[in-house]
Each structure stands twice: as structure tokens, then as C-alpha cells.
């Protein structure tokens, strides 16, 4: 799995002031948490995957209860990114889909093989491509089956696709090539000299970061922090150029990014990070706000950074603060930004012994009662960083 880990030096600290602060009588009382684990207590070394769900209420374990329980090579929940859909699914970036209410696999993406790639989600319609066979076909979540797409239309388009779906751009990282695509099966390109910088250090090399603005305009980089927009008519507007010089500076020569991206925050400020190796000789993900309107930017260093419903973290000297509505609820050590999972008064959190490890446990905090619970997991059952899958009401 290929993803930018932000880990923080992280012990856990449980404020006793809490319990006596007031929320939001909008929170929920009731929220049950869905994780994925990983059983190796098989005699034959087979490994097993469990989905559990963690029933909370008023802040309280009440009880936990197993969703599915299958082989590693058919259950595959915590590889990547899974999500909890319509409060009543759970699906994997491969195209599984488990119906938590009759706690069934009801489809098996590849069957069970990682050879499929979810596509999109909309409404009773889940989308898979299957790239070995180039297929394309849907699930109907309502009907509980699934067809082949014979017009794939919008999802055979390579790279990123517009918001309106007619057109997508990809980039080619060997010539330095933006190139337009039409359903149509055409192709045209929209300019050359584009390439991110790599560290000899890097393992995992790509194309330029791409983000469509609308459905005419593509933020992406001629270079290292030279931030520009291409059009779908193939003209070019410089945006800014940051001078990442005192960022991206070694003795050794290793200078470069480990990757460059684009994406917007919980504020909807478009974010470029992108990853250099310093005077320090650590690399570390420097992030800017892009004000596309204004062509400026300045250093994303918010001293709280969103989380969702309410929740929001701060990162000091080592040390990871989190707080709720305002309020400071705990402090952490070893912190995994991008992996927790937040409901209306509830946040779950990995927590691991060392930066190098898998974590040990999961931490919940509600609003219900002001306290944190802890689940920990022993060998032979473990957890990774992407465990947790999410909430339902």
C-alpha cells in the first residue's frame, strides 16, 4: 500500500478535566465501529480476517459482535482504504461488499483475488473494472447482482477524471506529457516539459500531480513547486513558484521529492504537498495553500487541522494534541494522521508502541461521557494502520 504515513512520537494522555465538560446534545449516543483484524493462530499458518463491529452506547462498550470471518486471500479490508456506505455496507477499494445487516458477503470483487479496482459508488450502483480483462460492470446493491458494462462510457477514460465526466488527463512521468482524453476513444496533447523532481531515494516515481479546478482547467507542475494550470484548449497560466531551495537541500546529493500531490482540506483549501529531504537529511511533507483566484500561497501550518464532526489535532514538539468542539480530550505520542475515523461525538484512533510497529490498539473517545476506550490487540490477532473502517448509527 502506497500512502504518506505522518507519524508523531505519541504517548497517551487522558485528561481528567474532561467528564466535566459539556457537548453538544446532538451527539450520538449510540455509534458502532467497524474493524478489520487479522487472525494467524491457525495451525497451518492460514490467516484469517475478521470483521468486528464495536457497539457503543452513551461512551460504553456494550458489546462486540463478529460481522464475517473469512480467508486472507478472500477478505482483504484492511490492505487499503475501506468505507462504510448508506450505514449499511462495507466495501474495499477492490470491489468486496459485506451487507453488515445480514452480516453476508454479498459480492467478492475478482473473487477474492485483489484483481478488480472500485471505480465510483452512485446510489444503488457499484462500479468495478477488472484491468486483466479490461471488463467494466456494475453491482446493484437493490437487485443484490451484478452486469457487465457494455458501453463502460466515462470509466474506460484513463487517469483523472473532470467533474462532469467527459473528459480525464493523465500524465506520462518518461516524456513529461499532459494528455487530454475523450470518451470517444481520442487523445490529445496538452503540453510537454511537465516532470516532479525525484530523490535518488525515491521508490515509487509518477507523473506530475493533476487536479481538475472545473471542467476546463487543470492544476498541475512544470517543476518542483512551479505550480501552473492547463486548459483543455491547451494553453498554459503560471500560477506561483515556490522556492523550495531552503527545503530541499543535502550535502549528499540526495535532493528531490519522494512525491508531490494535490488535494483540498476539510476547508476546501487546495493543498500542494510534496515530500524533501532537508538539512536534517529526514524528509518531511512540506504543505502549501494554493490561492488559484489570487496566483499566491503561503505554508499550510494550521495550529488545529480539521479531523471531521468537530474533531481536530494539533502537533508540537513531538507531541500530538486532540481536541473536540474546542475542547482538548488527549494527547498521544505516536499519532497516524489519515487513518482515524470520526461520527457525530466519537473518534477512533490507532496507537502503536513505536513509530516502526504495527499498532497494538484502537482508542475511542465519546462525547457521550468525556472518557476514551481501549481495544487491544495480542499475537497471534493484530491490526495495521488501516483497521479501522468507519462508524454506523
Same mark, same amino acid.
Given at each position: 500500500m502506497v500512502k504518506s504515513i505522518h507519524v508523531l512520537f505519541f504517548f497517551f494522555i487522558v485528561l481528567a478535566t474532561i467528564s466535566s465538560c459539556e457537548y453538544n446534545n446532538d451527539d450520538l449516543l449510540r455509534a458502532s465501529l467497524i474493524v478489520a483484524n487479522i487472525d494467524d493462530s491457525g495451525s497451518e499458518g492460514d490467516r484469517t480476517q475478521h470483521l468486528i463491529k464495536y457497539d457503543f452506547a452513551k461512551g460504553e462498550l456494550v458489546s462486540t459482535e463478529t460481522i464475517v470471518t473469512n480467508p486472507g486471500g478472500q477478505l482483504r479490508f484492511n490492505c487499503e482504504k475501506s468505507q462504510v456506505y448508506r450505514n449499511r455496507y462495507i466495501i474495499t477499494d477492490f470491489g468486496d461488499i459485506v451487507d453488515i445487516t445480514t452480516r453476508q458477503f454479498i459480492h467478492r470483487g475478482g473473487s477474492g483475488s485483489?484483481?478488480?479496482r472500485l471505480l465510483s459508488l452512485e446510489g444503488d450502483y457499484v462500479f468495478i473494472h477488472q484491468p486483466q480483462t479490461d471488463e467494466y460492470y456494475y453491482y446493484d446493491l437493490a437487485k443484490q447482482e451484478y452486469r457487465e458494462l457494455e458501453d463502460p462510457g466515462k470509466w474506460s477514460l484513463p487517469g483523472l477524471l473532470s467533474p462532469d465526466g467527459t473528459l480525464s488527463v493523465s500524465s506520462n512521468r518518461n516524456e513529461g506529457q499532459v494528455w487530454l482524453h475523450y470518451i470517444n476513444g481520442e487523445m490529445e496533447?496538452?503540453?510537454? /516539459?511537465?516532470?516532479?523532481?525525484?530523490?535518488?531515494?525515491?521508490?515509487?516515481?509518477? /507523473?506530475?500531480?493533476?487536479?481538475?479546478?472545473?471542467?476546463?482547467?487543470?492544476?498541475?507542475?512544470?517543476?518542483?513547486?512551479?505550480?501552473?494550470?492547463?486548459?483543455?484548449?491547451?494553453?498554459?497560466?503560471?500560477?506561483?513558484?515556490?522556492?523550495?531551495?531552503h527545503l530541499d537541500f543535502d550535502q549528499s546529493g540526495y535532493t528531490g521529492a519522494l512525491h508531490a500531490s494535490f488535494y483540498r482540506d476539510?476547508?476546501?483549501?487546495?493543498?500542494?504537498?510534496?515530500?524533501?529531504?532537508?538539512?536534517?537529511?529526514?524528509?518531511?511533507?512540506?504543505?502549501?495553500?494554493?490561492?488559484v483566484e489570487n496566483e499566491s500561497y503561503s505554508?499550510?501550518?494550521p495550529?488545529?487541522?480539521?479531523?471531521?464532526?468537530?474533531?481536530?489535532?494539533?502537533?508540537?514538539?513531538?507531541?500530538?494534541?486532540?481536541?473536540?468542539?474546542?475542547?482538548?480530550?488527549?494527547?498521544?505520542?505516536?499519532?497516524?494522521?489519515?487513518?482515524?475515523?470520526?461520527?457525530?461525538?466519537?473518534?477512533?484512533?490507532?496507537?502503536?508502541?513505536?513509530?516502526?510497529?504495527?499498532?497494538?490498539?484502537?482508542?475511542?473517545?465519546?462525547?457521550?461521557?468525556?472518557?476514551?476506550?481501549?481495544?487491544?490487540?495480542?499475537?497471534?490477532?493484530?491490526?495495521?494502520?488501516?483497521?479501522?473502517?468507519?462508524?454506523i448509527e
Open positions: 485483489a484483481y478488480t496533447m496538452l503540453g510537454a /516539459g511537465f516532470y516532479v523532481e525525484y530523490s535518488p531515494l525515491a521508490s515509487s516515481l509518477s /507523473g506530475v500531480p493533476l487536479m481538475w479546478l472545473d471542467n476546463e482547467r487543470v492544476l498541475t507542475q512544470k517543476s518542483n513547486g512551479e505550480i501552473v494550470i492547463v486548459t483543455v484548449d491547451g494553453s498554459m497560466v503560471p500560477v506561483v513558484n515556490i522556492d523550495l531551495s476539510f476547508n476546501s483549501n487546495i493543498i500542494y504537498s510534496i515530500s524533501l529531504i532537508g538539512p536534517e537529511g529526514k524528509f518531511r511533507d512540506n504543505r502549501f495553500v494554493i490561492d505554508m499550510y501550518d495550529e488545529w487541522i480539521a479531523l471531521g464532526h468537530k474533531f481536530e489535532y494539533s502537533s508540537r514538539e513531538g507531541i500530538t494534541v486532540i481536541r473536540y468542539d474546542g475542547y482538548e480530550i488527549g494527547q498521544q505520542q505516536y499519532f497516524t494522521d489519515g487513518y482515524e475515523q470520526t461520527i457525530e461525538g466519537h473518534i477512533a484512533i490507532t496507537r502503536q508502541e513505536s513509530p516502526v510497529l504495527y499498532p497494538t490498539s484502537i482508542r475511542v473517545w465519546s462525547s457521550a461521557n468525556g472518557k476514551w476506550t481501549t481495544m487491544d490487540f495480542e499475537f497471534p490477532i493484530w491490526i495495521t494502520y488501516s483497521s479501522i473502517i468507519g462508524w
